[in-house]
């Protein structure tokens, strides 16, 4: 069976959690703190040396780490990836502006309030929120004229922004301004088979 | 014929050159200096609301951001991309990797030394050399049993990563203690069809 290593609370895991649960592939999961060192030790650096999560491995030792390339790997085949070119293309194109222009910014600026590091950051926040604003203006923008972010229907791509999008607020990011990001989280959230990021699924293994 | 706007100096652009020199496909490249403000005109802005660069662009108006998606899209079919959906999913691994673990450090750190910029960061520097050296030494670990990146052989895998680490002594990071991203490093250099980062290729267009 599929193992899962990731933390409950992060948003590039909830990604593989969710598409996941969507797909109905049964897996198991090993929770780790992230915040306590768990991708710190010895063990787990063993498995990724970038000691993040999620990371997945399969009976045979074959693990593969970094969430969007979990999700490629996952939804390949599936309606949760296109088959046409251009279209994965375009996939691809919005999870490498997730992982360079949105999450860096959204989900680092959340873990900041979650682990109590707001002072202790205050000089870097007024620029890693307008950092992070404009990557909400950029898919603010794209949401005018479309539905969901690639191939007119929901993807990987959808998944992978709106795991951190979902909890901009957490972070401090009003939506307000935002119609069109609103409405499209609405129409994530009411996918078949969606799940909240504090939901309980898979089968959880204690690990090492 | 497609269209790649880009700046001469810039790891990123220099992927997409390296890649359609090897694919010996003709394309314009239109010069911008990122440094002029050319990628935040109001033109500009209406072809990559975030405002970076390289994007390739097709006469009928379609158009790609993100210089791994374009790296993706562009060796679809080809040697530089396996078919193996296991060996693909472990080339975007390495891509992602790229993108959030790699050039946030390399990339910026060399572009402050580009830019004169050093001084007025002082204080984020030690931890983004520390950060850029993790990354290197991820690298390292994996070449350690290892001659490329995925698919064990030359991919777009190998480009993504050498774009900033073949420059990465321009910001201030020694390679002595890698002997393994040295090695590398010819590996990628001896490929057929291999360009520097300085070489003129393509079909130079002024626009707007």
Same mark, same amino acid.
């Given at each position: 069976m599929l193992r899962l290593y990731e933390y409950w609370n992060s948003g590039n895991c909830y990604k593989v959690r969710l598409l996941l649960a969507q797909l109905g592939e049964p897996f198991e999961r090993v929770p780790l703190d992230i915040y306590k060192g768990d991708t710190r030790t010895e063990e787990f650096l063993a498995k990724n040396p970038n000691r993040r999560v999620p990371l997945i491995e399969f009976p045979d030792g074959r693990r593969l780490a970094e969430s969007d390339a979990i999700l490629f790997f996952l939804a390949?085949?599936? *309606?949760? =990836? *296109?088959? #046409?070119r251009w279209e994965r293309a375009r996939v691809l194109q919005w999870m490498f502006f997730e992982q360079y222009s949105h999450e860096p910014y959204l989900a680092v600026v959340r873990s900041w309030h979650l682990a109590g590091l707001i002072e202790q950051n205050r000089a870097a926040l007024a620029d890693m929120m307008e950092r992070g604003y404009h990557a909400l203006g950029v898919m603010e923008k794209h949401l005018a004229s479309a539905d969901y972010f690639a191939a007119g229907r929901y993807t990987i791509a959808d998944i992978a922004l709106y795991a951190y999008t979902h909890v901009a607020e957490e972070g401090g990011?009003? =939506? #307000?301004?935002?119609p069109g990001i609103r409405s499209w989280l609405d129409r994530v959230r009411s996918q078949n088979g969606h799940i909240r990021i504090g939901d309980a699924v898979g089968k959880v293994v204690t690990w090492p």
């Open positions: 390949e085949g599936t *309606p949760w =990836l *296109p088959e #046409d990011f009003q =939506l #307000d301004e935002f």
